[in-house]
C-alpha cells in the first residue's frame, strides 16, 4: 500500500502547480484522500480532502477558491490544483486517505498511511 505526492517545485507568487497523489495496492474508489502541508518550522496543516464516491471536496479557509482536488480512479490518482500561489503555501504536502473528521465521505476505513511528500516553494 502507497501514496506517492509528485509535482512539487519552485513557483513565483501568483502561479500555479498542480501535484498529484497516486496510490498503489488498494482501490482508489472506496478511499477519500486528504492533502496535508508541512509549512518549514511548522506542524503539518490540512488543505483540504476529496470524497469517495460523488467526489466532493473540502479546503481549509487559507486554500478556498485558489485550490481544487478531483480525481481518476481509472488512474488510482488524485490532483491538487493550486492556483494564485502565495509565499505562505509554502511546504511539503502530502496527501493521505482521510475519514469523515475532515469533512469527506469515504466508503472505506482510512488506513493512516503517510507517503512521501513533495516540496512546494512560492517565492515573492
Known amino acids: 500500500v502507497q501514496l506517492q505526492a509528485s509535482g512539487g517545485g519552485l513557483v513565483q507568487a501568483g502561479g500555479s502547480l498542480r501535484l498529484s497523489c497516486e496510490v498503489s495496492g488498494f482501490t482508489l474508489a472506496y478511499y477519500a484522500i486528504g492533502w496535508f502541508r508541512q509549512p518549514p518550522g511548522k506542524e503539518r496543516e490540512p488543505v483540504g480532502c476529496?470524497?469517495?464516491?460523488?467526489?466532493?471536496?473540502n479546503f481549509a479557509d487559507s486554500v478556498k477558491g485558489r485550490f481544487s482536488l478531483s480525481r481518476d480512479n481509472a488512474k488510482s490518482t488524485v490532483y491538487l490544483q493550486m492556483n494564485s500561489l502565495k509565499p505562505e503555501d509554502t511546504g511539503v504536502y502530502y496527501c493521505?486517505?482521510?475519514?469523515?473528521?475532515?469533512?469527506?465521505?469515504?466508503?472505506?476505513?482510512?488506513?493512516?498511511?503517510w507517503g512521501q511528500g513533495t516540496l512546494v516553494t512560492v517565492s515573492s
Open positions: 476529496i470524497s469517495s464516491g460523488d467526489g466532493t471536496t
Open positions: 493521505a486517505t482521510v475519514g469523515p473528521r475532515w469533512g469527506c465521505k469515504t466508503d472505506a476505513t482510512p488506513m493512516g498511511i
